[in-house]
Structure formats: structure tokens, C-alpha cells
């Protein structure tokens, strides 16, 4: 029964390339370390070209950096472009870039420019970011795609309605990219993270009344690691999630289930 086990190679990315955008800190960071770990090749693409730099230069020879904004698509085409350059080749790609919404006054006075602003590093990005992944991907003979959703992709939270849309989106885009890329070989899967300790997060949850707020939203009552989601990420990303496509797992500590 568990003979499939049987001869595994523990470095389950061994020989793969991956690409991680948002790959200079938090999650992204969290998975660009656990993909190493495990063998692979990893192009870290960020906004953030200090950190981006630095943390790849940390990570050693099989880590680069390359500048992306994935809220311009001739920005995410350009990144395929180098970890070909650089790599020869794009296997996995973790679509984890993100920014969180400004807390607009009220749902009338929500300025235009952040909607658009959340929709597309959000939302356009990750439809960006895929379409050149998945072409480069296609010419390889296949690969996994993993897109980092959240729990306002199945929830709604007063105050955010940029984010929870654009979120709601990643979780459809997932599905329909699934279904459109599976002739080539491709997974497409999401992860849903819930409240997860990383510096998008780290100011408000030293905060003790939203720190509290937030774990009583929360059944586990404490917040999640960016390692966590990472190990979620990796499953999906790799051959042991080898017939699950269009998914979106939940990393929650329980959130979504009241
Ligand atoms: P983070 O701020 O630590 O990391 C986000 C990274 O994305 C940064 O390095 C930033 O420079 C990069 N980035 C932002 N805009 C970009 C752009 N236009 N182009 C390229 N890079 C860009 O945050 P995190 O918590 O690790 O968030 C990662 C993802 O997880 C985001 O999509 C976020 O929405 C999602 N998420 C986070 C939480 C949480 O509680 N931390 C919960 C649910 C979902």
C-alpha cells in the first residue's frame, strides 16, 4: 500500500526552478527558503530591490534576485525572461506578491486609486504573472503553479472590500487557469492564509487591541507562521499534490469555519 513511497528522494525539487514573487519577505520568503531546502533553483522577483538583493545574496549560488512589479504585465513577462536566462527553465511558480488594502472611511468614499491599486498588485498581477509563466512552462512539457489567496477569498471583513474582490478573484482565477492549463501539464492550486505573522502584519498584531480582535477571530487563538503557509505552498507546488489542481487550501487556524 505504501510502496509508492518506496526509493522517494526527500529533496522533492531536486534539478527544479522556481520562481517566487513577493520572494523577499514574509511567505514568499518562508517558501524561497523551504524550495532551496528541498533542491530547487529560485528566482526571488520583488518590488523591493534592497531586500530582494540581500536576502538572495544571504540564500547562496542557487538563489538570484530579479526586480519585478507584477502590476505591469511587460514587468512579469521580463521576469520569466531572466530565470530562463539565468536557470534555462520554470517548473514552479509561487504567485505570492500582495499588498494590504488602506482602510478606506467608508465603502462610498473608497478612493478609486487604491481600488485600482489593490486590484492590481492583487488580482491583475497574479493573471500577469501566470500568463508568462505558464508560457514558459508549456514550452518545458509542464509545471505547478501556486497562487497565495487568503481568507478573504471565501470571507468578507468590513472595511476591505478592495481586498476581499481582488482575493474572491485569486481563488476563481485559480480554478479557471486550472482547467485552461491542464493540457499543458500544469497544476494551478492557491492557499488561503489567515492571520500569519510577517511584516505585512507585524504592526498591527503588536497592537494588543487588534492583536486581540484578531485572535478571537481566530480558533487556534494564536497567529500562524510564514512557515506554515510555506509548507502548504511546497505541498502544493510539488508531485505529492500530483492530482490536485484548482484548489484552494485553506492555512487558517480555523478562521473560515464559523
Ligand atoms: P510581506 O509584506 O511580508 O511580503 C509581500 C512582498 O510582496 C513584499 O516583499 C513586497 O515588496 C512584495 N510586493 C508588493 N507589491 C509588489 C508588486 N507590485 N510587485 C512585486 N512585489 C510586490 O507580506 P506577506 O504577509 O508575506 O504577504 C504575502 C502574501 O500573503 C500577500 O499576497 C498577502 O496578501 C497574503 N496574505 C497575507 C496574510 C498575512 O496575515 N500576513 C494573510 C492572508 C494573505
Same mark, same amino acid.
Given at each position: 500500500?505504501?510502496?509508492?513511497?518506496?526509493?522517494?528522494?526527500?529533496?522533492?525539487?531536486?534539478?527544479?526552478?522556481?520562481?517566487?514573487?513577493?520572494? #523577499?519577505? +514574509?511567505? /514568499?520568503?518562508?517558501?524561497?527558503? &523551504?524550495?532551496? =531546502?528541498?533542491?530547487?533553483?529560485?528566482?526571488?522577483?520583488? %518590488?523591493?530591490?534592497?531586500?530582494?538583493?540581500?536576502?538572495?545574496?544571504?540564500?547562496?549560488?542557487?538563489?538570484?534576485?530579479?526586480?519585478?512589479?507584477?502590476?505591469?504585465?511587460?514587468?512579469?513577462?521580463?521576469?520569466?525572461?531572466?530565470?530562463?536566462?539565468?536557470?534555462?527553465?520554470?517548473?514552479?511558480?509561487?504567485?505570492?506578491?500582495?499588498?494590504?488594502?488602506?482602510?478606506?472611511?467608508?465603502?462610498?468614499?473608497?478612493?478609486?486609486?487604491?481600488?485600482?491599486?489593490?486590484?492590481?498588485?492583487?488580482?491583475?498581477?497574479?493573471?500577469?504573472?501566470?500568463?508568462?509563466?505558464?508560457?514558459?512552462?508549456? #514550452?518545458? +512539457?509542464? /509545471?505547478?503553479?501556486?497562487?497565495? &489567496?487568503?481568507? =478573504?477569498?471565501?470571507?468578507?471583513?468590513?472595511?476591505?472590500? %478592495?481586498?476581499?474582490?481582488?482575493?474572491?478573484?485569486?481563488?476563481?482565477?485559480?480554478?479557471?487557469?486550472?482547467?485552461?492549463?491542464?493540457?499543458?501539464?500544469?497544476?494551478?492550486?492557491?492557499?488561503?492564509?489567515?492571520?500569519?505573522?510577517?511584516?505585512?502584519?507585524?504592526?498591527?498584531?503588536?497592537?494588543?487591541?487588534?492583536?486581540?480582535?484578531?485572535?478571537?477571530?481566530?480558533?487556534?487563538?494564536?497567529?500562524?507562521?510564514?512557515?506554515?503557509?510555506?509548507?502548504?505552498?511546497?505541498?502544493?507546488?510539488?508531485?505529492?499534490?500530483?492530482?490536485?489542481?484548482?484548489?484552494?487550501?485553506?492555512?487558517?487556524?480555523?478562521?473560515?469555519?464559523?
Amino acid at each position: 500500500m505504501w510502496g509508492c513511497f518506496n526509493g522517494r528522494d526527500d529533496l522533492r525539487f531536486k534539478d527544479k526552478v522556481a520562481v517566487v514573487t513577493g520572494g #523577499a519577505s +514574509g511567505i /514568499g520568503l518562508a517558501a524561497t527558503r &523551504g524550495l532551496l =531546502a528541498e533542491g530547487a533553483k529560485v528566482m526571488i522577483a520583488d %518590488a523591493d530591490v534592497e531586500r530582494g538583493e540581500h536576502e538572495a545574496g544571504e540564500l547562496g549560488a542557487l538563489c538570484d534576485f530579479v526586480r519585478v512589479d507584477v502590476r505591469r504585465p511587460e514587468s512579469c513577462a521580463d521576469m520569466v525572461a531572466r530565470v530562463l536566462e539565468r536557470f534555462g527553465r520554470l517548473d514552479i511558480a509561487i504567485n505570492n506578491a500582495g499588498i494590504p488594502a488602506p482602510p478606506p472611511p467608508s465603502f462610498e468614499t473608497l478612493p478609486v486609486e487604491d481600488w485600482d491599486n489593490v486590484i492590481s498588485a492583487n488580482l491583475s498581477g497574479v493573471f500577469y504573472a501566470m500568463r508568462a509563466e505558464a508560457k514558459a512552462m508549456r #514550452a518545458g +512539457g509542464g /509545471g505547478s503553479i501556486v497562487n497565495t &489567496g487568503s481568507v =478573504a477569498s471565501v470571507v468578507a471583513n468590513v472595511g476591505m472590500p %478592495a481586498y476581499v474582490a481582488a482575493k474572491h478573484g485569486v481563488a476563481g482565477l485559480t480554478k479557471a487557469a486550472a482547467l485552461d492549463l491542464l493540457d499543458a501539464g500544469i497544476r494551478v492550486n492557491a492557499v488561503g492564509p489567515g492571520i500569519i505573522e510577517t511584516p505585512m502584519t507585524r504592526d498591527a498584531l503588536r497592537d494588543p487591541e487588534i492583536a486581540a480582535g484578531y485572535l478571537a477571530m481566530t480558533p487556534a487563538a494564536r497567529p500562524g507562521t510564514a512557515d506554515e503557509v510555506a509548507r502548504t505552498i511546497l505541498f502544493l507546488a510539488s508531485d505529492d499534490a500530483s492530482f490536485t489542481t484548482g484548489t484552494l487550501a485553506m492555512v487558517d487556524g480555523g478562521l473560515t469555519l464559523r
